[in-house]
Protein backbone atom coordinates (compact mmCIF):
# COMPACT_ATOMS: atom_id res chain seq x y z
CA UNK A 1 0.00 0.00 0.00
CA UNK A 2 3.17 2.20 0.82
CA UNK A 3 3.85 1.68 -2.79
CA UNK A 4 0.82 2.33 -4.41
CA UNK A 5 2.08 6.11 -5.54
CA UNK A 6 4.84 4.21 -7.09
CA UNK A 7 3.80 2.57 -9.08
CA UNK A 8 0.92 5.22 -9.90
CA UNK A 9 4.01 7.52 -11.11
CA UNK A 10 5.28 4.57 -12.64
CA UNK A 11 2.55 3.62 -14.93
CA UNK A 12 2.89 7.41 -15.90
CA UNK A 13 5.90 7.43 -16.36
CA UNK A 14 5.41 4.46 -18.98
CA UNK A 15 2.14 5.72 -20.51
CA UNK A 16 3.65 8.83 -21.19
CA UNK A 17 5.79 7.99 -24.15
CA UNK A 18 3.65 5.32 -25.79
CA UNK A 19 0.64 8.01 -25.89
CA UNK A 20 2.41 11.09 -26.90
CA UNK A 21 5.61 9.49 -28.80
CA UNK A 22 8.15 12.15 -30.42
CA UNK A 23 6.63 14.82 -28.03
CA UNK A 24 9.46 17.28 -27.07
CA UNK A 25 7.70 17.99 -23.41
CA UNK A 26 7.47 14.04 -22.88
CA UNK A 27 11.18 13.20 -23.99
CA UNK A 28 13.68 15.62 -23.75
CA UNK A 29 11.58 17.93 -20.74
CA UNK A 30 10.78 14.45 -19.17
CA UNK A 31 14.68 13.43 -18.53
CA UNK A 32 15.13 16.82 -17.20
CA UNK A 33 12.70 16.44 -14.83
CA UNK A 34 13.56 13.21 -13.59
CA UNK A 35 16.97 14.53 -13.37
CA UNK A 36 15.90 17.28 -11.06
CA UNK A 37 13.28 14.86 -9.04
CA UNK A 38 16.73 12.71 -8.10
CA UNK A 39 17.94 15.79 -7.45
CA UNK A 40 15.08 17.14 -4.88
CA UNK A 41 14.24 13.85 -3.70
CA UNK A 42 17.84 13.74 -2.15
CA UNK A 43 17.73 16.99 -0.94
CA UNK A 44 14.61 16.37 0.64
CA UNK A 45 15.91 13.51 2.80
CA UNK A 46 18.61 16.06 4.41
CA UNK A 47 16.30 18.56 4.70
CA UNK A 48 12.64 17.73 5.08
CA UNK A 49 13.43 14.61 6.98
CA UNK A 50 16.91 15.65 9.17
CA UNK A 51 15.88 19.31 8.89
CA UNK A 52 19.28 20.42 7.78
CA UNK A 53 19.61 22.86 5.28
CA UNK A 54 22.55 22.69 2.35
CA UNK A 55 22.83 25.60 -0.40
CA UNK A 56 25.53 23.87 -1.57
CA UNK A 57 23.73 20.70 -2.71
CA UNK A 58 24.74 21.81 -7.12
CA UNK A 59 28.09 21.05 -5.76
CA UNK A 60 27.62 17.26 -4.84
CA UNK A 61 25.49 17.52 -8.20
CA UNK A 62 28.36 18.84 -10.33
CA UNK A 63 30.97 16.89 -8.49
CA UNK A 64 29.54 13.34 -9.96
CA UNK A 65 29.06 15.05 -13.38
CA UNK A 66 32.72 16.38 -13.66
CA UNK A 67 33.79 12.88 -12.00
CA UNK A 68 31.92 10.92 -14.88
CA UNK A 69 32.89 13.19 -17.60
CA UNK A 70 37.04 14.07 -16.83
CA UNK A 71 37.24 9.98 -16.53
CA UNK A 72 35.48 8.85 -19.56
CA UNK A 73 37.22 11.75 -22.03
CA UNK A 74 40.37 11.60 -20.34
CA UNK A 75 41.39 8.47 -19.18
CA UNK A 76 38.36 6.27 -21.17
CA UNK A 77 36.97 4.61 -18.80
CA UNK A 78 34.01 2.69 -19.03
CA UNK A 79 31.07 4.72 -17.91
CA UNK A 80 29.23 2.38 -15.11
CA UNK A 81 33.09 2.19 -13.60
CA UNK A 82 33.14 6.28 -13.88
CA UNK A 83 29.96 6.98 -12.07
CA UNK A 84 31.20 4.40 -8.87
CA UNK A 85 34.24 6.01 -9.01
CA UNK A 86 32.33 9.62 -8.89
CA UNK A 87 29.92 8.34 -6.12
CA UNK A 88 33.27 7.48 -4.05
CA UNK A 89 34.36 10.27 -4.12
CA UNK A 90 31.64 12.57 -3.33
CA UNK A 91 30.54 9.83 -0.69
CA UNK A 92 33.90 10.35 0.99
CA UNK A 93 34.17 13.87 0.40
CA UNK A 94 30.45 14.87 1.83
CA UNK A 95 31.36 12.31 4.89
CA UNK A 96 34.64 14.66 5.08
CA UNK A 97 32.65 17.72 5.26
CA UNK A 98 29.81 16.49 7.44
CA UNK A 99 31.60 15.87 10.60
CA UNK A 100 32.57 19.80 10.95
CA UNK A 101 29.90 21.33 9.06
CA UNK A 102 26.79 19.42 10.76
CA UNK A 103 27.59 20.56 14.19
CA UNK A 104 26.81 24.06 12.65
CA UNK A 105 23.20 24.78 12.87
CA UNK A 106 20.33 26.81 11.02
CA UNK A 107 22.11 30.38 9.21
CA UNK A 108 25.36 28.67 10.27
CA UNK A 109 25.04 25.60 8.41
CA UNK A 110 23.36 27.33 5.67
CA UNK A 111 26.67 29.63 4.86
CA UNK A 112 29.09 27.00 5.29
CA UNK A 113 27.22 24.76 2.77
CA UNK A 114 27.15 27.94 0.28
CA UNK A 115 30.95 28.38 1.24
CA UNK A 116 31.04 24.95 -0.14
CA UNK A 117 29.74 24.94 -2.94
CA UNK A 118 30.84 28.17 -4.22
CA UNK A 119 34.47 26.73 -3.54
CA UNK A 120 33.65 23.64 -5.84
CA UNK A 121 32.36 25.94 -8.31
CA UNK A 122 35.41 27.99 -8.36
CA UNK A 123 37.72 24.98 -8.70
CA UNK A 124 35.47 24.00 -11.68
CA UNK A 125 36.39 27.66 -13.28
CA UNK A 126 39.71 27.82 -12.46
CA UNK A 127 41.33 23.82 -12.42
CA UNK A 128 41.65 24.05 -16.56
CA UNK A 129 43.96 21.41 -16.48
CA UNK A 130 41.06 19.16 -15.19
CA UNK A 131 37.92 20.55 -15.94
CA UNK A 132 38.29 22.37 -19.29
CA UNK A 133 37.70 25.76 -17.03
CA UNK A 134 34.68 27.70 -18.04
CA UNK A 135 34.78 25.71 -22.01
CA UNK A 136 33.71 22.74 -19.92
CA UNK A 137 34.35 19.55 -21.24
CA UNK A 138 32.28 18.22 -24.47
CA UNK A 139 32.83 14.96 -26.07
CA UNK A 140 30.94 12.55 -23.10
CA UNK A 141 29.69 9.56 -24.76
CA UNK A 142 26.69 8.06 -23.97
CA UNK A 143 26.25 5.93 -21.44
CA UNK A 144 26.76 2.39 -21.81
CA UNK A 145 24.94 -0.73 -20.14
CA UNK A 146 26.79 -3.63 -20.51
CA UNK A 147 26.91 -3.37 -24.23
CA UNK A 148 23.11 -1.75 -24.99
CA UNK A 149 24.46 2.15 -25.96
CA UNK A 150 21.71 4.92 -24.26
CA UNK A 151 21.67 7.20 -27.18
CA UNK A 152 18.48 8.31 -28.52
CA UNK A 153 16.19 10.42 -26.49
CA UNK A 154 13.54 7.74 -25.75
CA UNK A 155 16.00 5.18 -24.88
CA UNK A 156 17.62 7.78 -22.26
CA UNK A 157 13.85 8.48 -21.33
CA UNK A 158 13.66 5.15 -20.41
CA UNK A 159 16.62 5.19 -18.51
CA UNK A 160 16.82 8.43 -16.23
CA UNK A 161 12.50 7.29 -15.64
CA UNK A 162 14.17 3.76 -14.17
CA UNK A 163 16.67 5.71 -12.32
CA UNK A 164 14.41 8.33 -10.83
CA UNK A 165 11.72 5.43 -9.71
CA UNK A 166 14.73 3.56 -7.93
CA UNK A 167 15.69 6.96 -6.78
CA UNK A 168 11.84 7.78 -5.23
CA UNK A 169 12.12 3.88 -4.11
CA UNK A 170 14.79 4.45 -2.06
CA UNK A 171 13.84 7.76 -0.44
CA UNK A 172 10.13 6.12 0.75
CA UNK A 173 12.17 2.97 2.18
CA UNK A 174 14.55 5.07 4.15
CA UNK A 175 11.47 7.61 5.23
CA UNK A 176 9.36 4.63 6.86
CA UNK A 177 12.51 2.87 8.35
CA UNK A 178 13.64 3.29 11.85
CA UNK A 179 16.41 5.37 10.87
CA UNK A 180 13.80 7.89 8.71
CA UNK A 181 12.01 8.16 12.32
CA UNK A 182 15.59 8.92 14.21
CA UNK A 183 15.66 11.76 11.29
CA UNK A 184 12.54 12.79 11.89
CA UNK A 185 12.82 12.87 15.80
CA UNK A 186 16.05 14.69 15.16
CA UNK A 187 14.12 17.65 13.48
CA UNK A 188 11.69 17.45 15.84
CA UNK A 189 14.09 18.04 18.63
CA UNK A 190 17.74 17.27 18.76
CA UNK A 191 18.32 17.64 22.51
CA UNK A 192 14.97 14.82 22.99
CA UNK A 193 16.66 12.75 20.09
CA UNK A 194 19.89 12.51 22.08
CA UNK A 195 18.40 11.44 25.16
CA UNK A 196 16.73 8.64 23.67
CA UNK A 197 20.08 7.13 23.14
CA UNK A 198 20.12 8.83 19.05
CA UNK A 199 23.58 9.18 18.10
CA UNK A 200 22.42 12.74 16.30
CA UNK A 201 25.79 13.60 15.11
CA UNK A 202 26.25 10.36 13.09
CA UNK A 203 22.97 10.04 11.93
CA UNK A 204 23.19 13.36 10.29
CA UNK A 205 26.56 12.84 8.95
CA UNK A 206 24.83 9.74 7.10
CA UNK A 207 21.74 11.16 5.90
CA UNK A 208 24.35 13.94 4.15
CA UNK A 209 26.48 11.36 2.86
CA UNK A 210 23.72 9.59 1.09
CA UNK A 211 21.76 12.41 -0.02
CA UNK A 212 24.94 13.81 -1.38
CA UNK A 213 24.96 10.38 -2.83
CA UNK A 214 21.95 10.65 -4.65
CA UNK A 215 23.29 14.61 -6.13
CA UNK A 216 26.43 12.68 -7.34
CA UNK A 217 24.39 9.83 -9.21
CA UNK A 218 22.22 12.37 -11.06
CA UNK A 219 24.97 14.54 -12.23
CA UNK A 220 26.49 11.40 -13.47
CA UNK A 221 23.65 10.82 -15.34
CA UNK A 222 23.41 14.34 -16.76
CA UNK A 223 27.01 14.48 -17.84
CA UNK A 224 26.29 11.25 -19.98
CA UNK A 225 23.05 12.40 -21.00
CA UNK A 226 24.11 16.07 -22.21
CA UNK A 227 27.57 14.96 -23.60
CA UNK A 228 28.40 18.32 -22.14
CA UNK A 229 29.47 19.50 -18.79
CA UNK A 230 30.23 23.73 -17.86
CA UNK A 231 30.46 24.90 -14.18
CA UNK A 232 27.34 26.87 -15.32
CA UNK A 233 25.21 23.65 -14.19
CA UNK A 234 26.42 23.89 -11.08
CA UNK A 235 26.40 27.50 -9.59
CA UNK A 236 24.63 28.20 -6.58
CA UNK A 237 21.55 29.41 -8.81
CA UNK A 238 21.33 25.30 -9.00
CA UNK A 239 21.63 25.27 -5.48
CA UNK A 240 18.98 27.44 -4.60
CA UNK A 241 16.60 25.89 -7.07
CA UNK A 242 17.25 22.50 -5.78
CA UNK A 243 16.39 24.17 -2.03
CA UNK A 244 13.26 26.11 -3.67
CA UNK A 245 11.73 22.49 -5.30
CA UNK A 246 12.05 20.83 -1.78
CA UNK A 247 10.18 23.56 0.30
CA UNK A 248 7.29 23.82 -2.86
CA UNK A 249 6.81 20.35 -2.37
CA UNK A 250 6.09 21.20 1.15
CA UNK A 251 9.34 19.28 3.01
CA UNK A 252 9.33 16.29 4.78
CA UNK A 253 7.49 14.60 1.80
CA UNK A 254 9.28 12.30 -0.76
CA UNK A 255 6.41 12.83 -3.68
CA UNK A 256 6.22 16.61 -2.46
CA UNK A 257 9.64 16.83 -3.20
CA UNK A 258 9.50 15.51 -6.78
CA UNK A 259 6.08 16.99 -7.62
CA UNK A 260 8.46 20.27 -6.51
CA UNK A 261 10.80 19.14 -9.27
CA UNK A 262 8.57 18.55 -11.83
CA UNK A 263 6.67 21.59 -11.32
CA UNK A 264 9.71 23.87 -10.98
CA UNK A 265 11.20 22.58 -14.36
CA UNK A 266 7.92 22.38 -16.33
CA UNK A 267 7.59 26.29 -15.12
CA UNK A 268 11.34 26.98 -16.52
CA UNK A 269 9.96 25.44 -19.84
CA UNK A 270 7.08 27.26 -19.59
CA UNK A 271 8.46 30.78 -18.44
CA UNK A 272 10.82 30.38 -21.82
CA UNK A 273 8.94 32.49 -23.72
CA UNK A 274 9.16 35.29 -21.35
CA UNK A 275 12.65 35.79 -21.72
CA UNK A 276 13.59 38.59 -19.45
CA UNK A 277 11.30 38.51 -17.32
CA UNK A 278 11.50 34.85 -16.64
CA UNK A 279 13.13 34.79 -13.58
CA UNK A 280 10.86 38.17 -12.54
CA UNK A 281 7.47 35.73 -12.65
CA UNK A 282 9.35 32.97 -11.44
CA UNK A 283 9.71 34.74 -8.27
CA UNK A 284 6.19 36.44 -8.47
CA UNK A 285 4.94 32.48 -8.30
CA UNK A 286 7.08 31.48 -5.53
CA UNK A 287 6.02 34.10 -3.32
CA UNK A 288 2.54 33.70 -4.00
CA UNK A 289 2.92 29.72 -3.47
CA UNK A 290 4.53 30.45 -0.07
CA UNK A 291 1.85 32.77 0.99
CA UNK A 292 -1.24 31.00 -0.52
CA UNK A 293 0.04 27.46 0.10
CA UNK A 294 2.36 27.51 2.69
CA UNK A 295 2.85 23.66 3.35
CA UNK A 296 4.11 23.39 -0.18
CA UNK A 297 2.65 22.72 -3.80
CA UNK A 298 1.58 18.83 -3.10
CA UNK A 299 -0.28 19.62 0.66
CA UNK A 300 -1.22 22.72 -0.24
CA UNK A 301 -2.97 21.27 -3.64
CA UNK A 302 -4.03 18.27 -2.39
CA UNK A 303 -6.12 19.87 0.84
CA UNK A 304 -7.50 22.35 -1.28
CA UNK A 305 -9.30 19.56 -3.32
CA UNK A 306 -10.23 17.73 -0.72
CA UNK A 307 -12.05 21.24 1.01
CA UNK A 308 -13.04 22.09 -2.34
CA UNK A 309 -14.55 18.02 -3.12
CA UNK A 310 -16.56 18.08 0.31
CA UNK A 311 -17.54 21.54 -0.20
CA UNK A 312 -19.06 20.10 -3.77
CA UNK A 313 -20.67 16.80 -2.21
CA UNK A 314 -22.65 19.35 0.48
CA UNK A 315 -23.58 21.29 -2.54
CA UNK A 316 -24.68 18.95 -4.51
CA UNK B 1 23.18 -2.97 52.39
CA UNK B 2 26.61 -0.26 52.61
CA UNK B 3 28.66 -2.82 52.06
CA UNK B 4 26.84 -3.53 48.05
CA UNK B 5 28.44 -1.74 45.36
CA UNK B 6 26.37 1.32 44.13
CA UNK B 7 24.35 1.46 40.77
CA UNK B 8 25.04 5.25 40.46
CA UNK B 9 27.86 7.23 42.17
CA UNK B 10 28.34 10.80 41.67
CA UNK B 11 31.87 12.37 43.72
CA UNK B 12 32.54 16.36 43.83
CA UNK B 13 30.42 17.05 40.59
CA UNK B 14 30.33 20.19 39.58
CA UNK B 15 28.62 22.13 36.21
CA UNK B 16 28.39 25.15 34.80
CA UNK B 17 26.62 27.60 32.47
CA UNK B 18 29.32 29.93 31.18
CA UNK B 19 30.67 31.56 34.39
CA UNK B 20 27.46 30.67 35.97
CA UNK B 21 27.73 27.57 38.31
CA UNK B 22 24.64 25.44 38.62
CA UNK B 23 26.10 22.22 40.28
CA UNK B 24 28.57 22.61 42.84
CA UNK B 25 30.53 19.66 44.00
CA UNK B 26 27.93 17.73 44.19
CA UNK B 27 27.99 13.73 45.97
CA UNK B 28 25.13 10.98 45.72
CA UNK B 29 24.98 7.46 45.62
CA UNK B 30 22.35 5.16 44.50
CA UNK B 31 22.02 1.46 45.06
CA UNK B 32 20.48 -1.20 42.41
CA UNK B 33 16.88 -1.10 43.31
CA UNK B 34 16.67 2.07 45.77
CA UNK B 35 13.87 4.89 44.65
CA UNK B 36 15.96 8.07 45.50
CA UNK B 37 14.00 11.62 45.10
CA UNK B 38 15.96 14.60 44.86
CA UNK B 39 14.26 18.26 46.21
CA UNK B 40 14.19 21.26 45.84
CA UNK B 41 13.52 25.02 44.73
CA UNK B 42 12.87 26.43 41.56
CA UNK B 43 16.31 26.79 39.77
CA UNK B 44 17.97 24.72 42.73
CA UNK B 45 20.00 22.86 39.84
CA UNK B 46 17.82 20.04 39.71
CA UNK B 47 17.32 19.86 35.70
CA UNK B 48 21.09 20.81 35.64
CA UNK B 49 22.05 17.62 37.47
CA UNK B 50 19.92 15.19 35.48
CA UNK B 51 21.57 16.45 32.30
CA UNK B 52 24.89 16.31 33.37
CA UNK B 53 24.27 12.90 34.64
CA UNK B 54 23.04 11.61 31.32
CA UNK B 55 25.81 13.39 29.25
CA UNK B 56 23.81 16.02 27.82
CA UNK B 57 25.55 18.88 29.48
CA UNK B 58 28.75 18.60 30.22
CA UNK B 59 30.60 18.55 33.63
CA UNK B 60 33.06 20.84 34.76
CA UNK B 61 34.64 19.26 37.64
CA UNK B 62 34.07 15.94 39.35
CA UNK B 63 33.20 12.08 38.38
CA UNK B 64 29.88 9.78 37.53
CA UNK B 65 30.28 6.33 38.12
CA UNK B 66 28.51 4.10 36.50
CA UNK B 67 27.74 -0.33 36.91
CA UNK B 68 31.96 0.18 37.17
CA UNK B 69 32.30 2.75 34.68
CA UNK B 70 33.61 6.20 34.47
CA UNK B 71 31.24 7.41 32.26
CA UNK B 72 31.49 11.49 32.95
CA UNK B 73 32.91 12.07 29.34
CA UNK B 74 30.85 9.87 27.53
CA UNK B 75 28.06 11.04 24.80
CA UNK B 76 24.87 10.59 25.57
CA UNK B 77 24.01 7.73 23.28
CA UNK B 78 26.47 5.44 25.01
CA UNK B 79 25.55 6.51 28.38
CA UNK B 80 21.41 5.64 27.40
CA UNK B 81 23.15 2.35 25.95
CA UNK B 82 24.50 1.79 29.34
CA UNK B 83 21.20 1.54 31.00
CA UNK B 84 20.60 5.41 32.28
CA UNK B 85 17.81 6.54 30.62
CA UNK B 86 15.41 9.79 31.29
CA UNK B 87 12.32 11.39 31.37
CA UNK B 88 12.75 14.55 30.81
CA UNK B 89 11.30 17.91 32.01
CA UNK B 90 8.22 19.27 30.33
CA UNK B 91 8.13 15.35 28.56
CA UNK B 92 9.26 16.31 24.97
CA UNK B 93 7.59 13.86 23.32
CA UNK B 94 7.60 13.86 19.90
CA UNK B 95 4.62 15.76 18.57
CA UNK B 96 4.17 14.90 15.12
CA UNK B 97 4.56 11.45 15.67
CA UNK B 98 1.79 8.69 16.45
CA UNK B 99 2.07 7.03 20.14
CA UNK B 100 3.28 4.23 18.72
CA UNK B 101 6.16 5.39 17.11
CA UNK B 102 6.73 7.76 20.15
CA UNK B 103 7.79 4.48 21.57
CA UNK B 104 9.40 2.65 18.53
CA UNK B 105 11.70 5.98 18.55
CA UNK B 106 12.31 4.68 22.75
CA UNK B 107 13.43 1.62 21.54
CA UNK B 108 16.08 3.06 18.89
CA UNK B 109 19.48 1.32 20.94
CA UNK B 110 17.10 -2.35 20.71
CA UNK B 111 15.81 -1.89 17.09
CA UNK B 112 17.47 -4.94 16.12
CA UNK B 113 15.59 -6.46 18.63
CA UNK B 114 12.45 -7.10 17.32
CA UNK B 115 10.69 -9.11 19.69
CA UNK B 116 12.05 -7.86 22.78
CA UNK B 117 10.81 -4.54 21.56
CA UNK B 118 7.05 -5.72 20.33
CA UNK B 119 6.98 -7.51 23.63
CA UNK B 120 7.93 -4.94 25.92
CA UNK B 121 5.60 -2.30 23.73
CA UNK B 122 2.61 -4.37 25.11
CA UNK B 123 3.74 -4.15 28.58
CA UNK B 124 3.63 -0.61 28.38
CA UNK B 125 0.38 -0.36 26.86
CA UNK B 126 -0.97 -3.31 30.07
CA UNK B 127 0.63 -0.12 32.27
CA UNK B 128 -0.97 2.51 31.00
CA UNK B 129 -4.31 1.13 28.98
CA UNK B 130 -4.88 4.57 28.00
CA UNK B 131 -2.23 4.97 25.93
CA UNK B 132 -3.12 1.15 24.19
CA UNK B 133 -7.16 3.01 23.08
CA UNK B 134 -4.59 5.93 21.33
CA UNK B 135 -1.63 4.19 19.55
CA UNK B 136 -2.24 5.43 16.15
CA UNK B 137 -3.11 8.85 17.91
CA UNK B 138 -0.37 12.17 17.05
CA UNK B 139 1.43 12.01 20.88
CA UNK B 140 0.80 16.32 20.21
CA UNK B 141 -3.01 15.52 20.65
CA UNK B 142 -2.81 14.25 23.87
CA UNK B 143 -3.68 15.44 27.21
CA UNK B 144 -0.46 16.92 29.63
CA UNK B 145 -1.01 13.55 31.98
CA UNK B 146 -0.71 10.85 29.21
CA UNK B 147 2.09 12.56 27.15
CA UNK B 148 4.24 11.97 30.55
CA UNK B 149 2.74 8.31 30.57
CA UNK B 150 4.08 8.15 27.47
CA UNK B 151 7.33 9.99 27.80
CA UNK B 152 7.79 7.22 30.99
CA UNK B 153 7.04 4.38 28.36
CA UNK B 154 9.44 5.78 25.81
CA UNK B 155 12.18 5.77 28.43
CA UNK B 156 11.25 2.52 29.46
CA UNK B 157 11.76 1.12 26.16
CA UNK B 158 15.69 1.97 26.34
CA UNK B 159 15.86 -1.12 28.44
CA UNK B 160 17.09 1.36 31.71
CA UNK B 161 19.02 0.15 34.86
CA UNK B 162 18.76 3.36 36.02
CA UNK B 163 15.56 5.27 35.09
CA UNK B 164 15.76 9.29 35.68
CA UNK B 165 12.46 11.24 36.27
CA UNK B 166 12.59 15.12 36.13
CA UNK B 167 9.25 16.77 37.33
CA UNK B 168 6.87 13.84 36.36
CA UNK B 169 4.24 16.20 38.02
CA UNK B 170 4.61 19.55 37.13
CA UNK B 171 1.67 20.94 35.24
CA UNK B 172 -0.77 17.67 35.76
CA UNK B 173 -3.91 17.28 38.03
CA UNK B 174 -3.84 15.82 41.30
CA UNK B 175 -5.46 13.33 40.33
CA UNK B 176 -2.78 12.49 37.35
CA UNK B 177 -0.37 12.97 39.78
CA UNK B 178 -1.56 10.19 42.11
CA UNK B 179 -1.56 8.05 38.82
CA UNK B 180 1.76 8.40 37.59
CA UNK B 181 3.66 7.86 41.48
CA UNK B 182 1.54 4.89 41.57
CA UNK B 183 3.32 3.85 38.08
CA UNK B 184 7.06 5.05 39.36
CA UNK B 185 6.31 2.64 42.32
CA UNK B 186 4.72 -0.39 40.80
CA UNK B 187 8.07 -0.08 38.44
CA UNK B 188 10.10 0.69 41.37
CA UNK B 189 8.98 -2.59 42.85
CA UNK B 190 9.41 -4.24 39.72
CA UNK B 191 13.04 -3.73 40.37
CA UNK B 192 13.93 -0.26 38.15
CA UNK B 193 16.60 2.16 40.20
CA UNK B 194 14.95 5.19 40.59
CA UNK B 195 16.47 8.57 40.77
CA UNK B 196 12.85 11.13 40.82
CA UNK B 197 13.43 15.16 40.48
CA UNK B 198 10.05 16.82 41.80
CA UNK B 199 8.96 19.99 43.24
CA UNK B 200 6.67 18.58 44.40
CA UNK B 201 8.58 17.29 47.48
CA UNK B 202 6.06 16.14 49.68
CA UNK B 203 4.59 13.36 46.73
CA UNK B 204 8.31 12.65 46.11
CA UNK B 205 9.10 12.03 49.60
CA UNK B 206 6.39 9.88 50.59
CA UNK B 207 7.42 6.87 48.07
CA UNK B 208 10.97 7.11 48.22
CA UNK B 209 13.43 4.87 50.27
CA UNK B 210 15.92 7.84 50.64
CA UNK B 211 15.55 12.00 49.61
CA UNK B 212 18.30 14.48 49.06
CA UNK B 213 18.23 18.01 49.19
CA UNK B 214 19.91 20.23 46.54
CA UNK B 215 19.67 24.03 47.56
CA UNK B 216 21.42 26.56 44.89
CA UNK B 217 23.38 23.48 43.52
CA UNK B 218 24.91 21.93 45.99
CA UNK B 219 23.58 19.02 48.11
CA UNK B 220 22.41 20.28 51.77
CA UNK B 221 20.56 17.28 53.09
CA UNK B 222 20.45 13.52 52.72
CA UNK B 223 18.41 11.21 54.61
CA UNK B 224 15.35 8.78 54.70
CA UNK B 225 12.60 10.38 53.15
CA UNK B 226 10.64 9.84 56.55
CA UNK B 227 13.30 11.52 58.33
CA UNK B 228 13.63 14.45 55.74
CA UNK B 229 9.81 14.58 55.71
CA UNK B 230 9.79 15.24 59.79
CA UNK B 231 12.88 17.42 59.21
CA UNK B 232 11.83 20.95 60.15
CA UNK B 233 13.94 22.84 57.93
CA UNK B 234 13.12 20.62 55.19
CA UNK B 235 9.09 21.61 56.23
CA UNK B 236 9.52 24.89 55.92
CA UNK B 237 11.49 25.38 53.18
CA UNK B 238 9.33 22.72 50.72
CA UNK B 239 6.55 21.14 52.44
CA UNK B 240 4.77 24.98 53.49
CA UNK B 241 3.81 23.62 56.58
Not at chain 1, 251 to 278: N, P, Q
Not at chain 2, 51 to 68: E, M, N, W
Request: aromatic share 8%.
Amino acid sequence: MRLAGLYACAAVAAALPILFPDNYFVTVVGISAGIRVILAVGLNLLMGYAGQISLGHAAFFGMGAYASAILTTRHAWPALLAMAAGLAVVGASAWLLARPILRLRGHYLAMATLGFGIIVHVVMVQATRWTGGPDGLAGIPPLNLLGWSVDTDLRWYGVVMAATLLAVWLSLNLADSQVGRALRAVHGSEFAARMLGIDTGRAKTRIFVVSALFAAFAGSLFAHQQGFVSPDSFNLIVSVELVTMVVLGGMASTFGAACGAIALTLLHEGLVVFEDYEMLIHGALLMAVMIFLPQGLFVGLSQATRRLWRAARRGG
Amino acid sequence: MPSERPLLEVLGLSSHYGPVRAIHQADLRIQPGELVAIVGGNGAGKTTLLRTLSGLHPASDGCVRFAGHDITRWPPHRIVAAGICQVPEGRQVFAPFSVEDNLRLGAWRQRRDRDWTRREQERIYSLFPLLAERRRQLAGTLSGGQQQMLAIGRALLGRPRLLLLDEPSMGLAPLLVEEIFRVIVELNSQGVTILLVEQNARAALAIAGRGYVLETGRIAKTAPAAELLADDAVRRAYLGY
